[in-house]
């Protein structure tokens, strides 16, 4: 039995890192996937007894015994998928050890955190069952678009599917979502998996990748927002590479050392986010009232900008987007962890073709790589394999 899942990526129009910290956030979910193929043996032939691991992007394969499976994460033989439960650090730690045998290249390292998020997931989901899992992304990994939570969903979701757990149709063509009950699961799970992956995640990127669209996040919680703004946003990849867990732990300590400056940056981050919220909420499509909008979103974009330096997570190649859209009166913004990764640059809906190339012509001159994606899409979807 073959079930495939796929979630999305996003973007965080406004609020990173201070979202960690209590205030509002507002993402959108984009149209890049990351898909996984879940294979549990249908015969005695199949069955060879191991849990096989294929990273696609990173071009690493996994391969555990299942006898060594149970040595390493005991709780699989009495897994419970309903009841989401954190890895513990130290648990963390020793299947970062059993990891060093399979001597991953010091270029992916990061993956390996990758791997621990998989086995707590499988193992809390499915227990010990034989499987062949493969995985695969169209998003850039590293790079602020949300790699990790769409890894941590579509595992949930995959696994969720055959884990008995929750209710699916079997009998439905294409890509379908899942019923409330558990989308509300599947996310809950990949948290845990982001836990493994960002040390304190905030929990808005699983979330957006869960439920799709657009959505305001604060506290754990989750606003739908419904608008009718055609929103248009360049992605640009600087291509500097980051880990967001380092990112995320330097603004805790910066924080440490600064309280109450960091306290009012937080504070005037969660002002921009509901603004921006607000306005994307409540705008028309009358010309005028289009172009107000936009430029009351290009200078929250700028104000959250300067607040992300405050926090010290923007970047030199950040900084030289930033000069480069300016040259053509756009308005861009770091998205996602920063340190390097992806910035957003907002491009207002009368704006030319012309300058569109022009300004992508530049970047990618620069060495950066830029992106068109779909804003809103939908969120965690799974179909099933009936030839398998
Ligand atoms: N397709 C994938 N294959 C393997 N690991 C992945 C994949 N996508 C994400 N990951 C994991 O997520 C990590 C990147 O997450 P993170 O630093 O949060 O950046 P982002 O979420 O912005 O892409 C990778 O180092 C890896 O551990
Ligand atoms: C910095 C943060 O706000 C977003 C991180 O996104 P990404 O992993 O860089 O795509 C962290 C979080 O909210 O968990
Ligand atoms: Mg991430």
């Known amino acids: 039995m073959e079930v495939r899942a796929r979630a999305p990526g996003k973007i965080i129009l406004a609020g990173e890192h201070a979202v960690v910290h209590g205030s509002a956030a507002v993402a959108a979910s984009i149209g890049l996937y990351t898909s ?28 555990w015994p299942i006898g060594r499976i149970k040595e390493i994460l005991p709780h699989s ?18 299947i970062l050890t059993v990891l060093e045998d399979f001597n991953i290249p010091e270029a992916n ?21 034989a499987a062949k899992v493969i995985v695969s992304s169209e998003l850039p990994l590293g790079s602020g678009l949300g790699s990790s939570a769409a890894f941590c969903v579509s595992l949930s979701g995959a696994m969720l599917a055959l884990s008995g757990s929750v209710e699916v149709d079997f009998d439905q063509d294409g890509w379908v979502s899942f019923g409330e009950k558990a989308q509300q699961l599947a996310n809950k799970w990949a948290f845990e998996g982001e836990k493994i992956i960002h040390g304190k995640p905030s929990g808005i990127d699983n979330t957006v990748s869960t439920f799709g669209n657009l959505i305001k996040f604060k506290s754990g919680a989750l606003t739908c927002i419904k608008s009718n703004m055609t929103l248009k946003m360049l992605i640009t990849n600087t291509k500097v590479g980051r880990n967001t867990k380092a990112l995320v732990a330097s603004v805790a300590e910066r924080k440490k050392r600064h309280p109450d400056a960091m306290t009012s940056v937080f504070a005037a981050v969660d002002f921009i986010s509901n603004e921006f919220a607000s306005i994307i909420q409540s705008s028309s499509n009358f010309d005028d009232d289009v172009t107000n909008n936009e430029q009351r979103i ?32 756009l308005t861009s913004k770091l998205t996602g962890a ?39 899409g939908n969120g965690l979807e799974f179909r099933f394999d009936r030839r398998s």
């Open 36 to 63: 996984v193929s879940l294979r549990l043996p249908s015969s005695d032939v199949d069955n060879d007894d191991t849990l096989t691991l294929h990273l696609m992007d990173v071009g690493l394969e996994f391969s």
């Open 77 to 94: 033989v009495n897994n419970d998928a309903s009841s989401p439960t954190t890895c513990s650090e130290e648990t963390i730690k020793f």
């Open 109 to 129: 390292i990061g993956i390996a955190s990758g791997v621990v998020s998989f086995l707590w997931l499988y193992t809390s989901i499915l227990g010990n069952k």
């Open 298 to 329: 290009s200078e929250l974009m700028e104000m959250n900008q300067g607040l992300l330096r405050c926090m010290g997570v923007s970047h030199t190649s950040i900084e030289t987007v930033l000069q480069t859209t300016a040259k053509y009166d």
């Open 338 to 376: 920063g340190g390097g990764g992806c910035v957003l640059t907002l491009l207002p809906a009368l704006l030319s073709a012309t300058v569109i190339d022009k300004v992508i012509g530049e970047l990618e001159q620069d060495g950066f790589q830029c992106l068109v994606a779909e804003i809103g």
